[in-house]
């Protein structure tokens, strides 16, 4: 008999806590919380789990971020993700296969030496190679100066890969599931009620619900879903779009990310070479593809990989971003509603951090303090022009 | 053994062809005709399994031989994953199997087969990740078995030649069927430019191998014919039309934003703008799951009557036709003329149409069961025989020994295009097929892509979608009678046995599909993702339907509420090449006036933007000491040069400037930052009044584009009276460098160059050699210099001018790394290299370019922000003791083993003979004679000392002599 991963329950009029959105940071969250004992939790979610930047990212997973804060955030993601799989019992399929940003510019690879330094100094494995050495591990890169943007140098992160996204999704609804708390599809928040500055609840589509807590955790919808509670917070929503090409013999055993040319790719289990770029550049909702990203995107792959000619794109999509100022995200209560919270600015960065979100949001939720590694990404620090460095590593920040 | 036909009683237009020609296939040599595809010669050659399948490895062979499949993926020529029903074969080719081994005969890895169903569903989720150390091992084991086709790795086409296209027709017609080329004749008859494209060679679609008669159709003429000669002759009227092009063997594989139509053809991309754009992509065969509905030996009705009446090819001995309606009784007929002994035909219909067709099936003796349908195939590598019975499956009534299983029940229409993730298909109970109705504007289709039908309503149907795109009018609702609809087979015939095969490429089956649903995954989107129906080479061009139909079945829905997953570009792969064109080639390589003065005196060339700009002539040191005791000269034509006027030109550089420039006098000069609306400092450059009111604004060599766009950007919105005129192109620019540059450029101008007269941060107009020069008194290296600018088609003769007329000093030139060094030693920073998103101008030491007590300017407010904040880090110069190993750019400052700064920039001065550099430490340690640990990148520590300022002429002696 096959087991269920997750039932339909009835909407109850009431629930402790409810999560507005069900991507991998909401399901992390209601999991953690279930770990902690809180069980009356029910994630909302308007399509199914995973609609979003969840079921769309190209999965890279790093910890080799500039700035202190960064690094410490998502150094806690990774040692989470290692060992999720045992966790959730469920194979989530991370490989930790290295991670290389390539540098093609003499300011690019001062920003990168800046990285490799920074990491070293918190503990995290990330240093420099040259061309020669960077040759050895991708053998069909071309380190020649005939490339436009010839490759000067690589930042490598032996722990970064990638991961198999929808499992991480379906692995913690199943965990939360599993502890309690309850995941409700076809679930779509329109409205958020207060009552004297104090969270009352939300209105559904199915209904009436009211809590003692609510955090919005919906990435590029999260200017929408703030605005609902009258709050306006510095997210801007912008296209990001990704490709995958059909399967072919694993050939590439590593990340690549080129910051000056905006491409990165790597290669599943299953043989597809799975792309992706910079964000669309205009701020939109619609979550089209372009012929633009495509031609784009093969330019410059061709580049560094001349070999990949006759490799053939099969799919295109794309995805929403909630980007910040500063590259950072937000995990903060809302001061003006109490027992309001926002988990969002994850742009196109977030998957990496499910683990390290879901867990503090749920410490905050749980314990109404804000843990330390979560504390510089207050949303004060938009009111008090206190940016988290992050922005000047960023150009393609997967 | 297949064999070749050389005449059919029902084909009058066949002609076997005359030319035979040999490629090899696994090293084997096989033989071709003219007119074959790869995969036509091989079936032809009696090649019955051409691939293993993704998972279970099970033999897979030639099924609808139209590109749909994954079963006829192969390496042609070290080109992996080439669709080979798709290609023209050619003499010599080197054809491959892919993903089998030893061999696709005799597949070792087919053990899968046997092995994988024991798992459980979903086992990837579910294993090999305990223990822990488990799964890297295990993964590099499923890494060596997976993938289809292995990449070229050692790039023997790399230099295969890519091109992009560009049309601009007035109505676009993909396909060439019945409907489409109605709807190019009525778009013609309209008088449009119209352009036609077709994916196969020969234009025609389905007609082409079709023989039905034509009847009612509104073009009296073609009443009569066979739809094969019907097709021809509508070809021959309209090929020569001037108002026509064809694009033959091209492929439309997407339809973005406003209608762009991308299309591919060889090595070719098409961009294609049109007005209306008609599709009449037509249809496929419906994909049905029943017991083994994977095996070598089911091919389709179009896919047998396509190698028949295309490729003169028997396709079997024995074969049973399996169908629903009219069409399976046509296959039947083709197979019959060609030699096949057709056993049977299975009707699913309780009764079939008393017409010709089904008649004459009878008349040649062929049996006729009705009613019945396809339970199961068997035989190990291929059909060896057939079971049929009930429409579900319950029992068995009869079975046949045959090589051939025709599935001919229905066919789903080709929506990829029309649906795109802009619509998603919904179920037509009538017509019992997923439908696209609601189509973006100047968007019309036609044709089979709205249902099967007669002749003469496809032709009907397309041409008042060519009249409606001609004059971009709405178009009435498609009809279909009720004897052309064709009623839809259960999805899957329950028949039991453990192979029932919803998406082939995947290797997922029912009873997969079934549990993941019990799961949890009962929505179709999750259905697909944990399954993984839908995600192989065909991306689910095959099963879409079936998995709609059968996700709403097994989830409880009705037959109305069945949807298939978003259906997404490209329609077939595109191969990265034929995106790019010869983009990787084309990103133009910029470069100065001068270029060939530099390559001709030997220095390195480095990128800088799109520009190739010179790093040295000899080592940087050795030319950074020659500039500093003689004169050097660089080539600064890179710099963005924009000229501004207009009434409201000090307003506007007002706004855009955190400076004052009002009292900018004709004839002086102004350095300046650019903050952006974060109070971030990000460009900086001069700003010189050349005459009444016309400014000349320098910028950096990267920004100039961003800049220009950005100026022009606010121009527009906020209406400034502005004339931006970007100079950059027009004007080379050098800078000459050196205590006795005053003295060098006295001797070639006629105004007067003394300090007084043309002071430190002035401009002057003069002329060099007779060519109009604009000189500035400014520099970056610390010395006394000049910029010299002038048009650049003068750039050449000035270079070497100036190089002859101080040959006595010497002068000579120098490079952008030397330049660097000499900039690091009078401490100028620049901006993107030693500042970040992060640095604001009061930190970075550049606070005397502000004045906020202006009115309103970008960035006002952030800058008010950061003032009141004050100083928290800050970019200073430092040195190092002179034996110290320089640091590389961007290693870190600690303190107590922390992170408190980085440096930017840091280089051996040869003047002064240690290390200096700029680097961010935080406010204590930015006073003068601070010292602070810098982290090598082996480790190693040095430690720096702050400078109040410059390392070199502190007091800035030199530029102001
Ligand atoms: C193409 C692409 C590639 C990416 N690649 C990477 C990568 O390689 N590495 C990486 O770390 N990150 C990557 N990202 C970013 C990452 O996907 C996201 O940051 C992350 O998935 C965000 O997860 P989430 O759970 O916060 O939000 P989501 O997964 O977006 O979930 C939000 C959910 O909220 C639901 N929702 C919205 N509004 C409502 C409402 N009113 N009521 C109820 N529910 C609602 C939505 O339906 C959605 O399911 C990529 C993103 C994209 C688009």
Redesign the pocket.
């Known amino acids: 008999m096959t087991k269920k991963m997750w039932k339909q329950h009835d909407l109850k009029k009431h629930y402790d806590i409810v999560i507005?959105?069900?991507?991998?940071?909401?399901?992390?969250t209601a999991y953690y919380l279930s770990k902690m004992g809180v069980r009356d939790v029910a994630v909302?979610?308007?399509?199914?789990?995973?609609?979003?930047?969840?079921?769309?990212?190209?999965?890279?997973?790093r910890s080799n971020y500039r700035t202190e804060e960064g690094i410490r955030f998502y150094d806690q993601s990774i040692q989470l993700y290692e060992n999720l799989s045992q966790e959730l019992d469920f194979n989530l399929m991370f490989s930790q296969q290295g991670h290389f940003t390539l540098g093609h510019t003499e300011a690019s690879v001062s920003g990168l030496t800046t990285r490799a330094e920074n990491n070293k100094a918190l503990g995290v494995d990330s240093y420099m190679l040259d061309p020669i050495e960077i040759k050895k591990m991708l053998p069909e890169i071309d380190i020649s100066d005939h490339p436009r943007y010839p490759v000067l140098a690589a930042l490598y992160h032996p722990p970064g890969g990638?991961i198999r996204?929808d499992a991480v999704?379906w692995g913690y609804a199943r965990g939360a599931e599993q502890g309690g708390v309850e995941i409700h599809n076809l679930?779509?928040?329109?409205e958020i009620r207060t009552e004297k500055n104090k969270i009352k609840g939300v209105q559904?589509n199915r209904g009436f619900v009211s809590c003692n807590k609510l955090i919005s955790?919906?990435?590029?919808?999260s200017s929408?879903?703030c605005a609902?509670a009258g709050i306006e917070l510095p997210f801007v929503t912008h296209?990001?779009?990704?490709l995958v090409t059909e399967s072919y013999k694993p050939w590439l055993h590593h990340v690549v990310v080129s910051s000056n040319l905006h491409i990165?790719l790597s290669q599943t289990d299953r043989g597809e070479l799975v792309c992706?770029g910079g964000i669309d550049g205009y701020p939109h909702y619609g979550m089209r593809s372009t012929l633009a990203f495509l031609e784009t995107y093969a330019a410059h792959v061709l580049e560094l990989f001349p070999v990949l000619h006759n490799v053939k794109v099969q799919r295109q999509?794309?995805?929403?971003?909630?980007m910040t100022p500063d590259y950072s995200p937000i995990i903060s209560p809302i001061d003006e509603i109490e027992g309001f919270y926002v988990?969002?600015g994850?742009?196109?960065?977030?998957?990496?951090?499910?683990p390290a979100?879901g867990y503090n949001s749920a410490q905050m939720l749980a314990q109404g303090k804000v843990p330390a590694n979560i504390a510089p990404f207050s949303y004060n620090r938009f009111r008090e022009n206190r940016l988290v460095g992050e922005k000047a590593a960023a150009s393609v920040s997967? | 053994m297949t064999e070749r036909i050389a005449q059919h009683p029902d084909l009058p237009l066949f002609s076997s062809p005359k030319k035979s020609f040999s490629f090899t296939f696994n090293g084997k040599t096989i033989e071709a005709h003219e007119g074959d595809t790869v995969a036509s010669a091989l079936i032809a050659a009696g090649v019955r399994i051409t691939s293993r399948s993704f998972k279970y490895h099970r033999p897979r062979g030639p099924k609808d031989n139209f590109g749909q499949g994954p079963e006829l993926l192969m390496t042609v020529d070290h080109a992996p994953n080439v669709r080979s029903d798709m290609i023209p074969v050619r003499a010599g080719m080197q054809v491959e199997t892919q993903n089998a081994w030893p061999s696709t005969q005799l597949d070792l890895m087919s053990i899968n087969n046997f092995a994988v169903p024991l798992l459980p569903n979903g086992f990837y989720y579910k294993m090999f990740h305990k223990p822990k150390w488990l799964w890297p091992i295990a993964e590099r084991f499923i890494r060596k078995a997976a993938g289809l086709g292995k990449i070229d790795t050692q790039g023997r086409a790399v230099d295969t030649r890519y091109e992009k296209r560009y049309r601009f027709p007035d109505v676009c017609v993909v396909g060439s069927g019945p409907a489409g080329l109605a709807s190019v004749k009525a778009a013609l008859d309209a008088g449009k430019q119209v352009l036609l494209i077709e994916e196969q060679e020969q234009l025609g679609g389905h007609s082409r191998h079709t023989v039905f008669k034509v009847e009612n159709c509104r073009e009296k003429k073609l009443n009569g014919l066979t739809e094969q000669e019907a097709v021809r002759s509508l070809i021959d009227e309209i090929e020569k039309h001037p108002n026509l092009e064809i694009l033959s063997q091209t492929q439309a594989f997407a339809v973005y934003e406003d209608n762009l139509v991308a299309a591919q053809r060889g090595t070719e991309l098409f961009k294609i703008r049109a007005i209306s754009v008609v599709f009449a992509p037509g249809a496929t065969d419906r994909h049905l799951v029943f017991d083994n509905n994977d095996k070598p030996g089911i091919m389709t009705g179009r896919g047998v009557e396509r190698l028949i009446a295309l490729h003169g090819i028997k396709p079997a001995r024995r074969a049973v036709v399996i169908t629903t309606h009219d069409g399976g009784y046509h296959t039947a007929k083709l197979l019959h003329g060609a030699g096949t002994e057709v056993l049977a035909v299975v009707d699913g219909r309780q009764k079939p149409p008393k017409n010709d067709w089904v008649d004459g099936i009878r008349k040649l003796g062929i049996p006729i069961f009705e009613g019945k349908t396809i339970h199961r195939v068997k035989g190990l590598n291929q059909v060896k025989k057939v079971e049929i019975g009930d429409l579900h499956g319950q029992f068995s009534s009869l079975s046949f020994a045959c090589d051939l299983v025709v599935l001919a029940v229905g066919y789903q229409p080709q929506l990829n295009l029309l649906s795109q993730g802009r619509t998603r298909p919904v179920w037509d109970k009538k017509r019992q097929i997923l439908r696209v109705t609601d189509l973006p504007q100047n968007i019309y289709a036609a044709g089979e892509v709205q249902g099967s039908a007669s002749f003469a309503r496809l032709y009907q149907e397309g041409f008042e979608a060519g009249r409606a795109a001609a004059q971009q009018s709405s178009l009435s609702e498609s009809q279909r009678d009720e004897n052309e609809l064709i009623e839809a087979l259960p999805a899957d015939i329950e028949s039991g046995g453990k192979h029932h095969f919803i998406c082939p490429c995947m290797d997922v089956t029912r009873s997969e599909a079934c549990h993941s649903i019990e799961e949890g995954f009962d929505q179709v989107e999750t259905l697909k993702r944990y399954s993984s129906m839908g995600m192989g080479p065909c991306q689910g061009k095959t099963c879409h339907e079936a998995v709609a139909r059968l996700a709403a079945r097994d989830t409880g829905l009705s037959e109305t509420e069945a949807v298939p997953t978003t259906m997404r570009p490209p329609l077939s792969p595109v191969s990265f090449g034929i995106l790019a064109g010869r983009a990787p080639h084309l990103v133009p390589q910029r470069r100065t006036a001068m270029h060939h003065c530099h390559r001709k005196a030997g220095a390195a060339f480095l990128n800088a933007g799109q520009w190739k700009r010179p790093h040295s002539y000899l080592p940087p040191q050795e030319e950074a000491l020659m500039v500093r005791k003689g004169l050097g000269i660089i080539d600064v034509s890179t710099l963005g040069k924009l000229e501004l006027s207009g009434p409201d030109v000090m307003d506007f550089l007002h706004f855009m400037l955190p400076g004052k420039f009002r009292q900018l006098a004709v004839g002086r000069v102004r350095y300046s930052t650019m903050i952006g609306e974060d109070g971030i400092l990000f460009e900086d450059g001069t700003i010189s009044h050349l005459e009444e009111g016309v400014y000349y604004l320098s910028t950096t060599t990267g920004n100039q584009a961003a800049i220009e766009s950005l100026f022009r950007w606010w121009v527009l919105t906020d209406q400034f009276k502005v004339h931006i005129k970007n100079l950059a192109p027009v004007h080379a620019a050098v800078n000459v460098a050196g205590e006795k540059s005053r003295e060098f450029i006295q001797k070639l101008v006629d105004i007067d160059m003394s300090n007084e007269a043309f002071p430190y941060m002035a401009c002057r107009k003069s002329t060099i050699a007779d060519v109009p020069v604009l000189l500035f008194r400014i520099g970056f290296t610390g010395e006394l210099g000049y910029e010299i600018h002038f048009p650049s088609e003068f750039g050449a003769p000035l270079w070497e001018y100036f190089l002859e007329q101080g040959k006595s000093y010497p002068l000579k030139p120098f490079g952008v790394e030397t330049q660097r060094i000499l900039r690091l030693e009078k401490g100028h920073l620049i901006p993107g290299v030693d500042t970040d998103a992060l640095s604001n101008p009061y930190e970075a030491g550049v606070d005397f370019t502000v004045k906020e007590d202006k009115e309103n300017f970008v960035g006002k407010a952030f800058l008010k922000n950061f003032k009141e904040r004050g100083i928290e880090n800050k970019l200073v110069s430092y040195k190092l003791n002179s034996a110290d190993p320089i640091p590389e750019d961007g290693v870190a400052i600690l303190k107590n083993g922390k992170i408190i700064g980085r440096v930017t920039s840091s280089r051996m001065s040869p003047t002064l003979g240690f290390g200096i550099g700029l680097a961010w430490v935080p406010r204590d340690l930015s006073g003068a004679g601070s010292r602070f640990q810098i982290r090598l990148a082996n480790g190693q520590d040095v430690t720096a000392e702050t400078l109040d300022h410059a390392a070199y002429d502190p007091q800035g002696e030199r530029l102001t002599s």
């Open positions: 507005i959105g069900g991507g991998a940071h909401g399901l992390a909302l979610e308007a399509k199914y789990i995973g609609y979003g930047g969840s079921g769309r990212n190209t999965a890279i997973l990638i996204h999704v679930t779509t928040v329109g559904t955790v919906v990435a590029g919808w929408d879903v609902m296209p990001l779009q990704a990165y992706g999509w794309a995805g929403l971003c909630d988990n969002g994850w742009g196109t960065y977030g998957f990496k951090a499910s979100s997967n």
